[in-house]
């Protein structure tokens, strides 16, 4: 998971191969232009973002997860 051209605030849920929302498996701050590795159980995963600190999370995006993809999140 990376941030893009801004810094951005995420919430990364494991999820099942339906898209179904399991436990958080990384949360915090990914600085612009730097990414944090994130491992799911079955290579799904779903994620809220915020690109304001003291705004509420957005997005409940689907995203699957292989061969050590990057996911950008500048929105």
Do not use: H
Request: hydrophobic share 35%; aromatic share 12%; proline share 5%.
């Amino acid at each position: 998971m990376a941030g893009d051209q801004d810094d951005v605030w995420v919430i990364i849920y494991d999820a099942d191969v339906d898209g179904n929302r399991g436990p958080i498996i990384w949360k915090g701050k990914i600085e612009a232009g730097k990414s944090v590795p994130i491992t799911s159980t079955n290579g799904y995963i779903r994620f809220d973002y915020k690109m304001d600190p003291n705004q509420p999370y957005d997005g409940d995006l689907s995203r699957v997860c292989y061969n050590q993809i990057t996911i950008l999140v500048d929105y």
